[in-house]
């Protein structure tokens, strides 16, 4: 069993920033790739960014040049630094970990940028 807790998320205004984390733990040897996925209001869950194992990041075009992505392998833990915040990148973002071919999914954390 893996399980997958975000943490983070809140209420900012237009041009601020967030901290998003994703901590794994269970019976975890590697990671070999997590991800950090968006739900916005009545939209399907869109891929923001994720980073494998040697730390090679990929985000969608959206949020490039405004967030990053890593993680801290001994943790078992993924981050989302989110800058410029724009009223459209509110969602709840979901923490996804890939291991074996399997998928595990947080529970998700809201993020809520007010114009």
């Known amino acids: 069993q893996v399980q997958l807790v975000e943490s983070g998320g809140g209420l900012v205004q237009a041009g601020g920033s967030l901290r998003l984390s994703c901590a794994a733990s269970?019976?975890?040897?590697?990671?070999?790739?997590m991800g950090w996925y968006r739900q916005a209001p009545g939209k399907l869950r869109d891929l923001v960014a994720r980073v494998f194992t040697t730390g090679v990041p990929n985000y969608a075009d959206s949020v490039k040049g405004r967030f990053t992505i890593s993680r801290d392998n001994a943790k078992n833990t993924a981050y989302l630094q989110m800058n410029s915040l724009q009223p459209e990148d509110t969602g709840v973002y979901y923490c996804?970990?890939?291991?074996?071919?399997?998928?595990?999914w947080g529970k998700g954390t809201l993020v809520t940028v007010s114009s």
């Open positions: 996804k970990a890939t291991i074996g071919g399997l998928e595990y």
């Open positions: 269970g019976r975890i040897f590697s990671i070999p790739v």
